[in-house]
């Protein structure tokens, strides 16, 4: 196990000389009967993912994740909530919401309170060739198994072959904290800004109209949510 292993494990799984639940960041949504949820313990028994090619070179989820995390802490970024989910019988498709606060990020102090997080990044990846590792993140994020992801892209890598992992994600982490400060200044201008009952109507109808949607069971929800601010 290298320096980022042994820190994000520090982190994730051994604080305290015991196991630390994961809080659920509510961003992760799995839609399809063989996707399931399941934690960072349980991730690193997955099995083993193959080459299917000699260009092919699949990095396993549990690696993915440690590596990630490890790279938000020495990014200076507090992790507050991860969650984690699998797609198929062998687990070949990963996706995940880690939500995070400012730790030590001078640039963002003030926009996320200590303690809070205020902001997510979402990841998806697959071992199996069928899609590229990618990283966003946003204010509100969603990851959802039926291959949805919203937020701002920061990484999108297909082919992993002498990619160095780290260093893409320390850049992607540099591209989100440029994204957190333009989003704050433009979810400012957008409070300004008045909405009438029937704008936000139309606005939600086309989230749940438009292919590969929302999930129409959730309509009740953003109704729910939108009525109650």
């Known amino acids: 196990m290298n320096e980022f292993e042994r820190a994000a494990t520090f982190q994730v799984v051994m604080e305290g000389g015991g196991s630390r639940p994961e809080f659920n960041t509510g961003g ?23 080459p299917i090619g000699n260009r092919h070179k699949p990095m396993h989820h549990y690696k993915w994740v440690l590596l ?11 992790l507050i909530g991860l969650e984690l989910g699998v797609r198929g019988d062998k687990a070949e498709k990963l996706f995940g919401v880690a939500r995070v606060g400012a730790g030590r990020v001078q640039q963002l102090q003030g926009l996320i309170k200590p303690g809070e997080a205020e902001f997510s990044i979402g990841f998806r990846g697959a071992n199996d060739g069928s899609m590229a590792r990618m990283l966003s993140a946003a204010k509100l994020l969603m990851i959802c198994s039926n291959l949805i992801m919203t937020g701002e892209i920061l990484l999108k890598k297909r082919q992993t072959l ?37 704008e936000a109507d139309a606005f939600f109808w086309r989230l749940f109209a438009r292919k590969n949607g929302l999930p129409q069971r959730l309509m ?4 729910r949510n939108y009525t109650s601010l």
């Not at 063989?34 to 193959?50: C, N």
């Not at 990630?68 to 507090?78: D, N, P, S, T, V």
């Open 162 to 198: 002498r990619l160095n992992m780290e260093e893409e994600l320390m850049m992607g982490l540099g591209h989100y904290v440029e994204h957190t400060l333009a989003l704050d200044k433009n979810h400012k201008r957008a409070q300004a800004l008045p909405l009438t009952d029937s």
């Open 220 to 223: 009740p929800v953003v109704q």
């Open 28 to 50: 992760l949504l799995l839609d399809d009967p063989d996707s399931k949820p399941l934690t960072l313990r349980e991730l690193k028994l997955a099995p083993e993912p193959k």
């Open 68 to 78: 990630l995390l490890a790279c938000i802490k020495q990014f200076g970024l507090e």
